[in-house]
């Protein structure tokens, strides 16, 4: 059973910082990608920045210069440190991540999701 479990959300002042973790734990065999979503009240979900494990980061044209990616692979994490945070950054934001699995010589890749973690920006 994999799981991805979000942490770091939270009420901000416009022009201020969060940083944003996502761990992913349990049984497989390798990260192909972890990316972060958000879904703002009313509107669906949308990328905001994706990082293949043999790649290099892509943001979305709304965070670029604001937000940055990175991961810890020795601790299968993500993280989403954004700043010059905006109210229009009010969201929920999700870790997503494809996720290798290998059971009985079968290779699987599956798509996972967190739990989503609130980012209030007040004006």
């Known amino acids: 059973q994999v799981q991805l479990v979000e942490s770091g959300g939270g009420l901000v002042q416009a022009g201020g910082s969060l940083r944003l973790s996502c761990a992913a734990s349990g049984s497989f065999n390798g990260i192909n990608l972890m990316a972060w979503y958000r879904r703002a009240p009313g509107k669906q979900r949308d990328l905001v920045a994706r990082?293949?494990?043999?790649?290099?980061?892509t943001y979305a044209d709304s965070v670029k210069g604001r937000f940055t990616i990175s991961r810890d692979n020795a601790k299968n994490t993500v993280y989403l440190q954004m700043n010059s945070l905006k109210p229009e950054d009010t969201a929920v934001y999700y870790c997503?991540?494809?996720?290798?699995?290998?059971?009985?010589?079968?290779?699987?890749?599956?798509?996972?999701w967190g739990q989503g973690t609130q980012v209030t920006v007040s004006s």
């Open positions: 997503g991540a494809s996720i290798r699995t290998v059971v009985g010589g079968h290779e699987s890749i599956n798509d996972y």
């Open positions: 990082f293949p494990t043999r790649g290099t980061p």
